[in-house]
């Protein structure tokens, strides 16, 4: 109803056809939405109710996290850009052509300077590539150092950027830089999230189980009340019984006698 009520609305006077339908605002696509019923199951499950409870609790501290993690991000992209800028774009080239003289080109060093040098006749190191990952890979401006630095908290092909630096410049402050920030960004900061969603997850189980053992006493409750209301009820019914039987006999004496 909605999707043709706004159709109807939004097409105006006059509109011609389109594809053998009215022109307006088509919102069928708004019918994908409908693969979400699924998520009704969750109301009949109790252990998806605690898990996606856990998670709802959980956003106001995983924004806390992700402010942190963040917060290193940038400081680390900060150390980058001081010590790595424009590390990424000397490979070795072909001294006649310039042409890049390897087929997977990777950085390389001067000569006399620490890092990987040129080893084929004919070769040397230039500036001119563009650098790993199609020129993503680098740390020549606080966006792409930001992205780099982001890409080895999440321990995606860290150690390749790694080894891609310790060529450009040596070992020392790479591998510094790089084992620092995986401990510190990846198994420290990341593993925060973890910590936040177990503890929550925890809260909410805890939170389920006083739920289902309060149930579970207030029917116990209810069982013994309406037990010792059948009880009293019982009770009451055996000291009325008495009286009944002698208005009875006194009843059938009565009519012996007017007979």
């Not at 409870?53 to 001081?82: C, D, Q, T, W």
């Not at 190191?125 to 790993?132: A, D, F, L």
């Not at 207030?218 to 013994?224: M, V």
């Amino acid at each position: 109803l909605f999707s043709a009520i706004l159709e109807q609305a939004t097409k105006g006077d006059g509109a011609t056809p389109i594809g053998g339908k009215a022109a307006g605002f088509d919102v069928k696509a708004l019918r994908a939405f409908r693969v979400l019923r699924p998520l009704r199951l969750v109301s009949g499950v109790p252990s998806l109710q605690v898990v996606l409870n856990s998670i709802i609790k959980a956003m106001v501290p995983l924004l806390h996290i992700a402010l942190l993690v963040l917060f290193v991000i940038i400081i680390y992209a900060i150390i980058g850009l001081e010590l790595f800028m424009g590390k990424m774009h000397k490979t070795c080239t072909h001294q006649n052509t310039g042409t890049i003289a390897e087929e997977k080109p990777a950085p390389c060093a001067p000569d006399g300077a620490y890092g990987r040098h040129c080893k084929y006749n004919g070769t040397e190191c230039r500036v001119g590539w563009e650098g790993p990952n199609d020129g993503i890979t680098n740390f020549d401006n606080f966006a792409f150092a930001m992205l780099t630095v982001f890409q080895c908290i999440t321990m995606e092909g860290w150690t390749d950027v790694l080894y891609w630096m310790q060529d450009a410049m040596g070992y020392e402050l790479p591998w510094v830089y790089f084992v620092s920030l995986v401990i510190f960004g990846s198994f420290f900061v990341l593993n925060l999230v973890l910590g936040v969603l177990s503890g929550e997850f925890s809260k909410e189980r805890e939170k389920a189980k006083a739920r289902g053992d309060f149930q579970k006493l207030r029917e116990k409750q209810q069982l013994e009340e309406d037990l010792k209301g059948y009880l009293d009820w019982i009770t009451q019914a055996e000291d009325i019984d008495p009286e009944n039987e002698e208005e009875g006999m006194d009843d059938d004496k009565t009519r012996t006698e007017t007979t």
